[in-house]
């Protein structure tokens, strides 16, 4: 006989009714001070500070400050803009990467970790759209898809075949850097980035510690030699199923890039390759196998271990697809100075993490544990929220593995559909 298993359908949350419909409601009134945010910001003048009737200008290449007219275009380009815009100060202003506070809230919605440039590229690297602080899964998937899209389907067709990978997918070993990427070119040279070879390197006396939970070659890191230390190059790990790499393109230019047709200057989602021309700018998720899913589970302790991370470009004329210029592309950690062929060559923007910003950011949870900084970072309402589904994601994980211990001999129609509906949840 089987062994007995608990499975939770899509409506497992129902219990937790309470804090959903306050949850939603919190939600509501975010929706709304973002919004009032926005109206504010489209309208008012980064020099003069008045507040005008119409949207305003902005500036064409950074996108993070308006004008009123020409004269406070041209007073603030002397006395400020100038610098500010040629070094990368400010992000483009953006919902899908928001660096600035809104309402009552004391930390922002994505805290900027680090930040580069090089040759007109300019990257922040955050963590945005997260409401804790501990590790993903593979188990959950990065691009948001809804029960009757194609891609979800597939997705749990592809699980029921392998159903033994859910035991590593459920691990809490993944970090999910936000990247936002914005060309600031004034010789209108388009440039393009090559999403899927990020990486992460690691401090040499971290490189042992983030080795750890390394299982295969999914994980893609690699170590190397600079200066006698052995370092670990991290690379966007690949999902179990698909052997794909965990990127995914939010936003190209403000407008949302989660489902086909897509924008033209993404030139392919799978790798997260996106065209930018002079002040476009976009923003995508990856994830890289950081933790081990024992003693490395929170976004923090992960963070600690790492020195920099490095994001590959090439200025880009059309000559050349961009699936061959990605193709062509050396280790990033290698860094080299020369291109051997008639490629164009290959650039990279390193980006060192602020030790002192991750730190400041996790501190409550560093200090006093995950439920302060829920509190403290997203409000009563929101703690007990992401309390409810952490317990309720524990218990479904759970039932889910049982059911992926059954033999293969019990794995009949019964079994399909009570891990479609334990997938509902994880998904």
């Known amino acids: 006989m089987a ?4 499975i939770l359908d899509r409506n497992f949350m129902n219990k937790y009714d309470k804090n959903l419909v306050a949850s939603l409601a919190v939600a509501e009134n975010e929706e709304q001070l973002i919004n009032q945010d926005k109206r504010i910001i489209v309208k008012t003048c980064t020099y003069c500070k008045r507040m005008a009737p119409v949207t305003l200008r902005s500036c064409k290449l950074c996108k993070a400050v ?22 990368f100060v400010n992000a483009p202003r953006t919902r899908a990467f928001r660096t600035h506070l809104i309402g009552p809230e004391e930390y922002p919605h994505s805290p900027i970790f680090a930040q580069g440039d090089n040759d007109g590229l300019g990257v922040w690297i955050s963590t ?11 188990s959950k998937n990065l691009v948001p898809l809804k029960n009757g899209d194609p891609r979800y389907t597939a997705r749990v067709n592809m699980i029921l075949d392998q159903p033994k990978e859910l035991h590593r997918a459920s691990k809490q070993d993944l970090t ?8 600031r070119r004034k010789d209108g040279v388009p440039i393009l980035v090559f999403g899927a070879g990020t990486q992460l390197v690691t401090y040499a006396s971290s490189t042992r510690v983030a080795l750890r939970g390394q ?3 999914q994980d893609n890191i690699t170590t190397f030699i600079r200066d006698g230390n052995k370092l670990a190059a991290i690379g966007v790990v690949k999902d179990p199923w698909t052997q794909a790499p965990r990127v995914h393109v939010v936003h190209m230019n403000g407008k949302s890039a989660n489902l086909p047709p897509y924008p033209s200057v993404l030139k392919d989602p799978t790798e997260a390759i996106v065209a930018l021309y002079p002040g476009d700018y976009a923003v995508m998720s990856l994830q890289f196998r950081t933790g081990d899913g024992k003693t490395i589970t929170k976004d923090w302790q992960a963070f600690k271990l790492l ?18 210029l990605a193709s062509s592309l050396p280790p990033a950690y290698t ?32 200090k006093h544990g ?8 997203n409000g009563d309402v929101h703690a007990a929220m992401n309390s409810s589904m952490t317990r309720a994601q524990e218990a479904l994980t759970e039932a889910t593995l049982r059911l992926v211990d059954l033999p293969e001999s019990a794995r009949n129609e019964e079994w399909c559909d009570k891990m479609k509906s334990s997938l509902a949840g994880l998904l």
């Open 176 to 183: 999910t850097l936000q990247v936002c990427l914005q060309n």
């Open 307 to 324: 020195d920099h991370v490095i994001i590959p470009f090439m200025q880009w004329d059309s000559t050349f697809r961009p699936e061959t």
């Open 66 to 87: 308006r004008y009123c007219d020409e004269q406070c275009q041209r007073a603030d380009y002397r006395t400020n803009h100038r610098r500010v815009c040629a070094e």
């Open 215 to 217: 299982v295969d070659s």
């Open 128 to 138: 945005g759209n997260k409401v804790g602080c501990e590790a993903q899964k593979l």
């Open 3 to 6: 062994p007995r298993s608990v």
């Open 370 to 377: 995950d439920d302060v900084f829920l509190r403290t970072h």
């Open 335 to 366: 860094l080299p100075d020369v291109s051997s062929s008639k490629l164009p060559k290959a650039k990279y923007v390193v980006a060192s993490f602020n030790q002192s910003a991750i730190w400041k950011h996790y501190w409550d949870a560093i």
